[in-house]
């Protein structure tokens, strides 16, 4: 075992040392947003002159001044590692966008350094390193904390003499606020730092230097620094920017930007590297970091192959008491229901890891929420075996200071706990989908829509005032999301920009938090003060009354399927039966055969016996006399005695064979007496099997007549479009009933919390201070533990980026949470996971391969570079993996697609599919479903009607030999008239129903200028800034200079690019391009094939 730590070990610190080249990206320098270029000839924005001293500021606010130091293209870190570790011959359109910088640091309104703030970047650090020593000297990566030692002490002697000033306590009963930037996660890619801390805050105050910064000091700072590290050449890192922010002046001088300039992951996976050989992984990571070599592959079950398998996971008893409350009408289809399923089986013993294949449109998000049901549920279950509320808490209590105010978090009991649900990814858009979706009216079915309430009225507000009806699900993530969460849910405070927001008063700001006086600490106040009487026993009696009817519900179709199971045994039972019958009536009409021909030959040997008896008899009487005797000297006698002699043999041996024939016959008719009894009691069998058989298919038929197509047929095993869009044991009836067992599962969780209002406010008071940072940065894990326990008692789902993770979930350990639930896995580098699965007893990892894989900005070379440094083997290379492919691996049941993988394998193995798509009509579904997925899915989207805008999906072909590098002017052109003909067509906004993408940054450049007027700028981009997005209309701008077909060869060398982008269009899909150049390329000539064609026509011609 501790070799196996080691292993694991080697392969976090391994992803660790990757994760160094992974900076964040500073802001550009932009005068609306407040970012300005430092030179030595001009004001600094501290400094008299500025443009920024005369823009207003609102009242009670000030400014502060984010420094980045040291900035340089983040191209050129990747064209320096090329340089040292070799090219990649993979990359095309590989080299990244955007800056970054050396050093980062935060002054003040007046110019004096907050001394806490100066951070420094191991990119940066990790270049110059890379080239000296360079690689190869065994951990020549090691040692970037101790060498920014000294430069901090530099850092802080920029402000000279520093002066400690004490920072304010905020109370948990008042809102809470943050820097009005936001955070690097709330920014697609990344491209703006985090404006605001993450970090625990100590209150015991942040020093300020004495003295204002110049502009020589940031500059003289910053070449020492670059030619300290040796990346005065290859970076040119010269380059000074300020990001001018408002802030609370009661925040001025809070320092809130450690860590962003490096890795949001790198110091958890030291965290997580450096706890594992003494508490080892938990079962999760185990499973996760499994190799290859030691998986179990046997074990895996291929659904497509044993779609029997797939039916006996849906079976009543295997399905869980609650359900999401979508439309009765509309269950789980098959393939979502086994994945709920078998969540539940695979994981609810021990804990553990389990992977869901979700290819585009096929229900990723619906089939969380049945797995979301299902654990509260459970837990309301558990909660209903309480007599009284208050026995849920244990005798444990944790207490700390708060400022002047004094913290208490009573313990949950162990049973109540294990139910925590984090959701998590990589891509900060399914982050806030499952956040804003889950809570909102719309994600209910009708007949519940208008009444559902858990916390509605915190819900609402929390969603901005988009109606919500149940504070089920909450995003984090960054300090600037956590404050809002609390100041919305806990305080009650909204904002004049929210949804049906009340009119602000006179000379408000739009965005100013106004208090509504409906936070749940004032709804627990008021539950507190408030006699409770008789609420819990109502709660409970409605649950277990709910409970009670799906066991009811379940028990019968559990019975029907039962007997469903049972129907062909039986029938091999009639079959056994009849066969036996008839053998034992052949066999008793051969023993009646017999017995009468041993009857027979008992009568002839009856015959043989009284004839051989008569002869002696008759022979006796003619014995010789005394006379004749002597007269024939004694030859009459013997020659009497000689006869007789034979005659009794004769006798004898008649006697002999009519015993023995009598013998035979009283067996014979013995066998016959057996025969027939076995005859009837064969009888009685066939009987019994009929009969049992007719039990069971009247069974089946009133179930068939009940439940209707809802009860699987022995087609389906053959079938895969009519069992794939199946729903097996799902009627309306118990789907109904499974959902309203959830709501009063939720009532429960309610009416709990009103029972236990003063100390579960207590408890959330406390759990505010820890979700907002604000809690010691000494507090010990348990009280972290117990604080957030009781808030996922509350609001179940709790949402964050990858990104975000360690700073939310600050001092949470291993496995101290219940479940942790991965949405678009397949775009997560390995690593991203790491933390998450560390921290969770049970991880759902959910996503998809064949669709966009995660972006690593370390060259392939070097990361194979560091590879062999640290000893591990290549499967762990973050460049060809993501978080999917390696849960995938060790799942039981899953299937295998054709799929040319960055690892070179021809085929990979998936977690459990879903497969019914529900989002694309053709000819788009059929292209995704051929190019990627080997017929995996079977279409489900509805029909929708004739789409307004009449024009069939085709490819525009657009000739010319005219290239601006990738971009064609003349396929703007053409893209130009269909957006104008789009826009005049009745009941399509563009900017609402239409997407233009590209593969290339180029291409989306000049799609960019020529969409100007017709359509936002966040409707046009790459493939990849849309994946998990979907529109009414696509399209696909191919561009490529003509003269360069290596670009088209690697847009074209896996099918994952042209499936998301195809699968994003619902309804239209326009590919704009030469058809020429691309229709021989791979997957293109499917696209070629299935799309009509017609050339680019310009208008007037």
Known sequence: ????????????????????????????????????????????????????????????????????????????????????????????????????????????????????????????????????????????????????????????????????????????????????????????????????????????????????????????????LAVSWGVEGVLRPFGLRVRTVAVREDRAEDSDQQGFLNSFIADDLKRVATALPVAGPGAPLEAYLTPDAELNTARRIDLRVRPEAALAGVEPRATPLGRWPAESTHPLALSQQFAVNSIKAELAGGGGLFAVNGPPGTGKTTMLRDSIADLVVERAVRLAGLRLPSAAFSDTVHRWKSGEYTRTVTELLPEFTGFEMVVASANNGAVENISTEIPARDALGAQWREDADYFAEQATRLLKGVPAWGAVAARLGSKKNRIEFVNRFWHGKEKGTDQNAPATADGARPGAWSDSGQGLSQLLRTYATTPQAGVWREAKDRFQTALAEVHRLRDERDAAAAALRAVPAAQAAVEAAQQGATEAAEGLARRWETVSAAEQALAQALQACDSAEDRRREHSSRRPGFWIIVCTLGRAARDWHAEDQILARRERDTQTAQQETDSAARQARTDADRADAELRDRRKSLTRAVEYAQNLDRTVSEARAAWGAHVPQNTWLTDDTTRELAAPWSDQQITQARSELFFAALDLHQAFLRCTAKTMRANLMAAMDVVTG????????????????????????????????????????????????????????????????????????????????????????????????????????PGRTSVQQLADRGNRFGTTLPAELPDGSIEV???????????????????????????????????????????????????????????????????????????????IDPAKHVYVISPFRAVVAGARQVCRGLLPMDRVGTVHTTQGKEADVVILILGTDPARPGARAWAASRPNLLNVAVSRAKRRLFIIGNREAWRDQRHFSTLAAELPHHAWAPAGT
């Open 1 to 224: 075992m501790r070799g196996d730590r080691e292993r694991l070990t080697e392969v976090v610190e391994y992803w660790r040392t990757v994760e160094l080249f992974s900076p964040q990206k500073v802001p550009a320098v932009s005068l609306r947003e407040q970012v300005y270029e430092v030179a030595a000839d001009r004001a600094l924005p501290w400094e008299d002159g500025h443009p920024v001293r005369s823009l207003p500021l609102d009242p009670g606010y000030t400014w502060q001044h984010i420094v980045y130091g040291g900035c340089f293209a983040l191209a050129d870190v990747r064209d320096t590692l090329l340089e040292v570790f070799g090219r990649d011959e993979e990359d095309v359109d590989g080299r990244m966008d955007g800056d970054t910088a050396l050093f980062a640091l935060t002054v003040t309104d007046d110019g004096r350094l907050l001394l806490d703030s100066p951070v420094f970047s191991a990119c940066g650090w990790a270049t110059g390193r890379a080239l000296s020593p360079g690689p190869g000297g065994g951990r020549w990566l090691d040692g970037f904390e101790e060498d920014i030692q000294p430069w901090l002490a530099r850092a802080a002697g920029l402000g000279e003499q520093p002066v400690p000033v004490v920072a304010r306590a905020t109370a948990a009963d008042e809102p809470l606020t943050g820097a009005v930037l936001p955070a690097a996660d709330d920014v697609d890619g990344g491209a703006v730092p985090q404006a605001v801390s993450e970090q625990g805050d100590d209150q015991s105050g942040t020093p300020v230097g004495s003295r204002r910064i110049s502009a020589e000091d940031l500059i003289g700072f910053t070449h020492d």
């Open 774 to 877: 604000g809690a010691p940065a000494t507090l010990g894990e348990a009280a972290r533990r117990a604080a957030w326990q009781s808030l996922f008692l509350v609001v179940p789902v709790m949402s964050t980026t990858f990104a975000s993770l360690d700073r939310v979930f600050t001092g949470i350990g291993r496995g101290a949470l219940g479940w942790l639930f991965i949405d678009e896995a397949g775009q997560a580098t390995p690593q991203m996971a790491v933390g998450a699965m560390w921290r969770t007893q049970h991880a759902v990892v959910v996503g998809d391969p064949l669709q966009l894989e995660p972006v690593v900005p370390l060259p392939w070379t070097a990361q194979q570079a560091l590879r062999r440094d640290y000893g591990v083997d290549e499967e762990w290379v």
């Open 909 to 987: 193995w998936v977690g459990a599919p879903l497969r019914v798509h529900r989002r694309c009509d053709d000819p788009m579904f059929t292209i995704s479903n051929a190019i990627a997925y080997d017929g995996l899915m079977v279409n489900g989207t509805p029909d929708r009607g004739l789409y307004r805008y009449r024009p069939a999906s085709s490819w525009v072909d657009v000739v010319s030999s005219r290239a601006e590098g990738h971009w064609i002017p003349e396929e703007g052109r053409a893209l130009r008239q269909i957006l104008e003909r789009l826009s005049t067509t009745d009941g």
